[in-house]
């Protein structure tokens, strides 16, 4: 304890926490301000988003009823049973008309009833009944805020929908008084009528309890006045009626009583707007209280990062207190002086490491090199990166390799070396190949034909020496990976040193025709792929035997095996094998062992011991149960795709046929195919339904059943949910979009 005691009074120390604790406060300061500004702020447009989001619930719930109303009349206005006629004349035809009415109503729970009205008929009816008109207006909807005359001037002229907000009805339709919202829609098909959807107003009440708080005021309207609300401050119709009317929008502030209101609002469809008033109070009281947790927040984080920058200048300051000890025996509060005392007297002390530096330095480059010509670099990107370390000038567009025998050159055979040289836009950088007896030159330039004038000056000055060396050049290449190829082509080129003359420079290209003869066999290698991604052994050793007989049999020219089996190794290295860091796979793949091969036998050899340390290193699967589960579900696939217009099937159906459990299959087929089988046959049916529909004139119900639905109630729910919109209205705006 004594010593910490002595520690934390040291200069070192407290000047590392100092600057510690001063880098805290001004990052904590920031943010302090920061948040004094603009959380504020930030708080209440969230807050103002998440109430947006539940007022276009309500406004969606509305919505969905109102296009259902819509649909209801346009149906019957296409409908046969809905032609006008004289009930007087023709009172037979009042029954079929009351049960199709009675049918909309039971599947549309939103609402209570449905009146339909023709214009030149003395009758009304209904779902339960039919009545005069006279006597229905009299007697048949009594509205608390309409007249009965003012009621039939309305229906009379009705051209596009009206909604009479929520009030009391009594009468003959309704016996017992009730909160009842009307709306009146004309039906489709110019038939001269009109549709009364009669909606319990506690449907209402519903939907905004769902949806909004209890202490908000919420308002539906339509065509700025009030049909529906929910308040609980006596707010009246007129003051969010006047609000709208004068432009508010979400987020502006109004004064009612001794409080005052946020507004949130959102237009909807049919002239709809949809708003509540919220206390701002409540507002005021949720960014308190979430600011609160916020400065606890900061608070804890304070104390901790106090805590842990006293650990951090500790830490740094007991590597500092040792160093000193090394340079000074004697009792100082000033760590630095006597460590930079100590620095000055080893000054000058340093030859030997800066020599070792630049060994080092030298055979960063050469494995730079190496490792480019093995192939081992994938893109430019990751080549320029290692390369930069190097400070040479790899950054050209063209590239080229070439090999000389080494002549006796140098003579300094034992040592690894290289030498860069940046002339004429040409970087070349020349290696001792110590086991090959031979020199090798990389070289790159902007300017492909710079590359070989460059080797025939460095040919001709070693022939000026009297140096009779051969040199053989790969063809110029761009693509960074193809640096393995370009090695090759140049061995080759050099293996003809004894039958060409060595006056010149022996390029690849010259001696070497295009084999065109030879056919890449991209099947094998997909194979190859395929086996390796699922570690699949034999047939790995399979393919590498197919691969082996088909290049035996074309029989093209010995480099271009090597070339052929080269690429092949580099996909099962750099494509499907395991780590790549740590694979000892990387120590076979040598491209000067490859060059070395002498027939097609050691090369697929060496394939095939690249292939086996693959799986040596790569965990292995159970291939069996994955190709039988794979073939199973396709198996499902394939027979929902072929059965799907039949009603009888289903999950269960399918899983029994396949002999699987219903609830493994689902499992399964959604590991496969990111969707479970239900969905998948849905979309199956959804997806033919909406081409019927689209190409055919068959009724709503037909289509249904050719897709496999027995129940069109059913379906169109289904087809609502997946398309979002029913079957008809799909229809309708396919129609339109094809004829626009």
């Given amino acids: 304890m ?105 599947i549309n729970t939103f609402i209570g009833d449905i009146i339909l009205s023709f214009h030149d008929d003395k009758f009304l009816f209904s779902g339960n ?44 339709i309704i016996p017992s008084a009730r909160m009842v919202v009307t709306f009146i829609l004309p039906i489709g098909a110019g038939r001269g009528g009109s549709l009364i959807f009669l909606v319990d107003a506690r449907q209402y009440e519903m939907m905004l309890r769902r949806y909004t708080h209890e202490i908000y005021n919420t308002f539906i309207l339509h065509k700025g006045n009030v049909i529906v609300k929910q308040t609980v401050s006596n707010m ?4 969010v009626e006047e609000a709208l009317a004068g432009g508010a929008v979400s987020g502006d502030r109004f004064a009612f009583g001794e409080e005052t209101y946020m507004l949130i609002t959102v237009d909807g469809e049919h002239h709809m707007t949809y708003a509540t008033l919220i206390p701002m109070s409540l507002v005021t009281d949720i960014s308190n209280v979430l600011q609160q947790g916020i400065w606890l927040f900061i608070l804890g984080l304070i104390i901790t990062s106090l805590i842990m920058t006293g650990f951090f200048a500790f830490s740094n300051y007991r590597p500092v207190a040792a160093l000193r000890k090394h340079f000074d025996a004697e009792e100082s509060r000033n760590d630095f002086l006597a460590i930079e005392s100590g620095i000055n007297n080893l000054f000058g002390q340093n030859l030997t490491l800066g ?66 040289i940046e002339a004429d836009e040409v970087t070349c950088c020349s290696v001792e190949l110590i086991s090959q007896y031979q020199k090798l030159y990389l070289l790159f330039s902007d300017n492909s034909s710079g590359i070989y004038e460059y080797l025939r000056s460095i040919h001709e000055e070693n022939r000026s ?3 009779r060396g051969v040199m053989a050049a790969s063809a110029i290449y761009k693509d960074i990976k193809h640096g393995s190829t370009a090695f090759l082509e140049a061995s080759a080129a050099f293996d003809n040193r004894f039958i060409v003359s060595n006056e010149n420079i022996i390029l690849f290209d010259e001696i070497h025709a295009p084999s065109n003869g030879f056919a890449y066999p991209e099947v094998l ?92 290193n790569t965990p292995q699967k159970d291939n069996t149960k994955i190709d039988s589960m794979s073939l199973l579900i396709e198996e499902a696939r394939l027979f929902m795709q072929d059965n799907y217009d039949n009603p009888d099937v289903n999950i269960s159906f399918i899983a029994d046929r396949l002999s699987i459990n219903t609830a493994a299959f689902t499992k399964e087929f959604k590991k496969y195919t990111n969707t479970t089988p239900l969905e998948y046959l849905t979309q199956l049916r ?33 087809f609502r949910i997946h398309m979002g919109m029913t079957p008809a209205m799909y229809r309708k705006t396919y129609i339109e979009v094809k004829n626009d």
Wanted: aromatic share 12%; with cysteine; charged share 20%.
């Fill in 355 to 420: 020599t070792m530096l630049e060994e080092m330095t030298g055979y960063e480059n050469y494995n730079i090199v190496l490792q480019f010509i093995k192939g081992r670099y994938l893109d430019r990107a990751e080549f320029l990166a290692d390369a930069k370390k190097t400070k040479i000038d790899f950054d050209k567009q063209y590239y080229a390799i070439a090999v000389s025998d080494s002549g006796g050159g140098s003579g300094n055979m034992g040592k690894l070396s290289i030498e860069t």
């Fill in 525 to 616: 290698v997909n194979r190859l792929k395929s086996a390796l991604r699922n570690t699949n052994l034999e047939v790995v050793d399979n393919v590498i035997n197919e691969i082996f007989n088909h290049v035996k049999v074309l029989k093209p020219p010995f480099f271009i095996f090597r070339i052929f089996y080269n690429d092949i190794i580099r996909i099962a290295l750099f494509e499907w094998g395991a780590k790549r860091d740590s694979l000892d796979a990387m120590k076979l793949c040598d491209v000067f062992t490859l060059s070395g091969c002498l027939s097609i036998e050691e090369l697929s050899e060496m394939l095939r011991e690249v292939c086996h340390t693959l799986f040596e």
């Fill in 465 to 467: 020496h009297n140096i």
């Fill in 686 to 718: 959804i997806d033919q339904a909406a081409k019927l529909l689209s190409t055919t004139g068959i009724n709503v119900k037909d289509v249904s059943v050719k897709v496999g639905y027995l129940d069109v109630s059913a379906f169109i729910k289904k």
């Fill in 2 to 106: 004594r010593n910490l005691g002595r520690h934390l009074r040291s200069r070192t120390f407290l000047r590392y926490f100092g600057s510690y604790a001063a880098v805290l406060f001004i990052v904590f300061a920031g943010i302090s301000i920061y948040m004094f500004r603009y959380y504020e702020g930030a708080l209440e447009a969230s807050f103002i988003e998440s109430e947006l989001n539940l007022i276009r619930q309500i406004q969606y719930s509305n919505e969905l009823s109102l296009n259902s109303m819509h649909n209801t009349a346009e149906h019957l206005g296409i409908s046969e049973l809905v032609a006008p006629f004289a009930f007087l004349d023709a009172p037979q035809r009042a029954r079929p008309l009351m049960r199709l009415l009675a049918s909309y109503r039971n």
């Fill in 236 to 239: 009246p119709d007129s003051f």
């Fill in 129 to 172: 009944t039919s009545i005069e008109v006279e006597r229905f207006f009299s007697q048949g909807l009594l509205f608390e805020t309409v007249s009965g005359y003012e009621f039939k001037d309305l229906l009379s002229n009705a051209y596009s929908m009206s909604i009479l907000p929520s009030q009391n009805i009594y009468g003959l």
